[in-house]
Structures are given as structure tokens and as C-alpha cells.
């Protein structure tokens, strides 16, 4: 008979993961506490480097079960999900979803349903640059200027030129001017590919 875990994970430590373990007790699921693991978090990291997502892996084995209540509790995108159940399935650890209704993704239909999960993550994403770079296009059109404000005036730039022709360090420029080594190295390229 297969053992069945629990991943649960919350985000911030004024959150609770006793809501996670009740839904996947209600959904008929029997977890021991021994094989429910609860941490918190952020989702922002990458599951392979959590430290309870890494105890829940070193006790899985072949023909173990995983539930979870949600996708985003796998992952912190699409592609960081997929990447976790394919790894999970080459274990032979089946892992099931409660909000898709139980659903084993690694299963066919799973796998269509993380497939057409990864494509509208994708598309969203291929959204997202393409309106970002209308942006940029429609500021660069309107005479906007684009990127961080130069830290140094232009007479400055040209003294900082000056001052390297003359042999002056980098670090003594940036030094008597105020500013970074690689804003006075920026000057130095810039003038270079001229």
C-alpha cells in the first residue's frame, strides 16, 4: 500500500499551515504527522532549496503518494512546478493537487493539465515583454530618457576623461568625485568604442 505525505507551506511566519492539513484531511486523505511536513517559506524560493521540502524528498521513495492543497505550494512559477512533479514522477512519487480536484500530475491528464498550465505561463510571459518593450519604444519615441539618471554631469564625464588620459587611477577619480569605480570604468568604455 502506498504511504501518503503532506507539503504544506506558508509564506510568512504570521500565517498557519493548520488550514492546509485540514483541507487534505477533509478531502479524505489520511496524513500521520510524521509524514506531514509544514514550513514557512516564501514561495519565491526555488523548492529544491528549501530545508523542509529537502526532509519531505529524503523520505520519499517509489510508489509514495504527495498532496498538496495548491500548485503554488510546489513552486514559485510554472516552470519551477513542472520541474518539481517531473522530478517527483522520476522518483515514482505520485503527486496529487486538491485544488484540481485531486488530480494525480502525473498522471496523462496531469500532464496535459501541467502542460496547459506551462502554456499560459509562457504566453503570460511573452505578454509581459511585449508590453514592456511597447513602453520602452512608445518613452524612446516621445524623446523620454530611458534607464538610470547619469550620476555625473557631462563636464564631469569629460573631466574624469581628461583625468584618465592623464594616467589619474580609477579609483582616485571615483574617490575625489564621489562616486563608484564603475560609473568613472563606464566613462573609460564609453569613450573607447567612440
Given at each position: 500500500?502506498?504511504?501518503?505525505?503532506?507539503?504544506?507551506?506558508?509564506?510568512?511566519?504570521?500565517q498557519t499551515t493548520d488550514n492546509q492539513v485540514q483541507e487534505i484531511a477533509a478531502a479524505g486523505y489520511k496524513v500521520t504527522p510524521q509524514r506531514t511536513i509544514t514550513e514557512t517559506v516564501s514561495g519565491s524560493l526555488a523548492a529544491a532549496e528549501r530545508e523542509g521540502w529537502g526532509r519531505l524528498v529524503n523520505k520519499l521513495e517509489d510508489g509514495d503518494v504527495l498532496i498538496v492543497t495548491?500548485?503554488?505550494?510546489?513552486?514559485?512559477?510554472?516552470?519551477?512546478?513542472?520541474?518539481?512533479?517531473?522530478?517527483?514522477?522520476?522518483?515514482?512519487?505520485?503527486?496529487?493537487?486538491?485544488?484540481?480536484?485531486?488530480?494525480?500530475?502525473?498522471?496523462?491528464?496531469?500532464?496535459?493539465?501541467?502542460?496547459?498550465?506551462?502554456?499560459?505561463?509562457?504566453?503570460?510571459?511573452?505578454?509581459?515583454?511585449?508590453?514592456?518593450?511597447?513602453?520602452?519604444?512608445?518613452?524612446?519615441?516621445?524623446?523620454?530618457?530611458?534607464?538610470?539618471?547619469?550620476?555625473?554631469?557631462?563636464?564631469?564625464?569629460?573631466?574624469?576623461?581628461?583625468?584618465?588620459?592623464?594616467?589619474?587611477?580609477?579609483?582616485?577619480?571615483?574617490?575625489?568625485?564621489?562616486?563608484?569605480?564603475?560609473?568613472?570604468?563606464?566613462?573609460?568604455?564609453?569613450?573607447?568604442?567612440?
Amino acid at each position: 500500500m502506498s504511504r501518503v505525505f503532506a507539503y504544506c507551506r506558508v509564506s510568512t511566519s504570521d500565517q498557519t499551515t493548520d488550514n492546509q492539513v485540514q483541507e487534505i484531511a477533509a478531502a479524505g486523505y489520511k496524513v500521520t504527522p510524521q509524514r506531514t511536513i509544514t514550513e514557512t517559506v516564501s514561495g519565491s524560493l526555488a523548492a529544491a532549496e528549501r530545508e523542509g521540502w529537502g526532509r519531505l524528498v529524503n523520505k520519499l521513495e517509489d510508489g509514495d503518494v504527495l498532496i498538496v492543497t495548491k500548485l503554488d505550494r510546489l513552486g514559485r512559477n510554472a516552470m519551477d512546478v513542472r520541474a518539481t512533479v517531473e522530478g517527483l514522477a522520476g522518483m515514482g512519487v505520485r503527486v496529487h493537487c486538491l485544488a484540481l480536484g485531486g488530480m494525480d500530475l502525473t498522471s496523462p491528464a496531469g500532464k496535459m493539465t501541467m502542460g496547459v498550465i506551462n502554456a499560459m505561463a509562457e504566453f503570460e510571459r511573452d505578454l509581459l515583454i511585449e508590453r514592456t518593450q511597447a513602453g520602452l519604444s512608445r518613452a524612446k519615441a516621445e524623446g523620454k530618457t530611458l534607464g538610470r539618471p547619469m550620476s555625473l554631469t557631462p563636464e564631469q564625464a569629460k573631466a574624469v576623461q581628461q583625468r584618465l588620459d592623464g594616467g589619474d587611477a580609477i579609483a582616485a577619480i571615483a574617490r575625489d568625485l564621489g562616486t563608484s569605480r564603475q560609473t568613472i570604468m563606464r566613462i573609460r568604455d564609453a569613450a573607447a568604442t567612440v
